[in-house]
């Protein structure tokens, strides 16, 4: 489990296709705290540490992650945002996230508001009913809130230390990111279509 709370900025350092995709990952985290075997949500997708060097882990994806996510655009060189997984005592500042991504949005516009920018996303139809109103989402692993919804598109609105500490500040349109909508909201609806 996750929170949304972006904790370090990873760089792609290589990419190897052999059966599954193996990602090398530069850090700044301090590996020696990392098990084999630990998840790390790597722009919202919860992957698994195969392998650890003095600056960087290895994940090993399978085809399916890459065909669920934003993963098949990644390339060296690419920064990502990287949170660890909850450990008992940790505080909850943002949602409860599981990593388990549910679809793509893509980004249809973008303005600046002040020194904020607001950014307006299309969903997946299936998606956009459990996305509502001042609910959260997970968009490329970061906890955010929503601030308006209609049909398919909704938008967001990104504080100046948000893009900062986060790949957000280098977003443009057209980017496809990665959605997890609210646990709440899944379950929510799954009991009002059981009546």
Not at 11 to 24: P, S, T
Not at 67 to 90: C, F, H, M, Q, Y
Not at 115 to 144: C, H, M, Q, W
Request: with cysteine; proline share 2%.
């Amino acid at each position: 489990m996750f929170t949304g709370i972006v904790t370090d900025l990873g760089e792609i350092r290589a990419l190897h296709q052999a059966g599954d995709l193996k990602a090398r990952i530069g850090t700044g985290y301090d590996t020696s705290g990392i098990a084999i075997g630990a998840s790390i949500a790597c722009d919202g997708v919860c992957l698994t540490a195969t392998a650890l060097g003095e600056d960087w882990f290895e994940v090993d994806i399978s085809a399916e992650t890459v065909s669920k996510t934003n993963l098949s655009d990644w390339a060296p060189g690419r920064r990502i945002n990287l949170e660890r997984s909850l450990r008992v005592g940790d505080e909850l500042g943002g949602h409860i996230v599981s990593g388990h991504v549910d679809g793509l949005a893509e980004v249809i516009a973008m303005a600046d508001e002040g020194d904020s920018t607001r950014i307006t996303f299309r969903a997946p139809e299936a998606l956009a009913r459990y996305i509502a109103p001042k609910g959260s989402v997970a968009l490329n692993g970061t906890s955010l809130t929503v601030n308006e919804v209609e049909g398919v598109t909704f938008g967001v609105n990104l504080i100046p230390h948000t893009k900062t500490v986060t790949t957000w500040g280098q977003t443009k349109v057209g980017d496809r990111v990665n959605l997890e909508i609210d646990t709440l909201a899944r379950y929510v609806a799954r009991l009002q279509d059981w009546r």
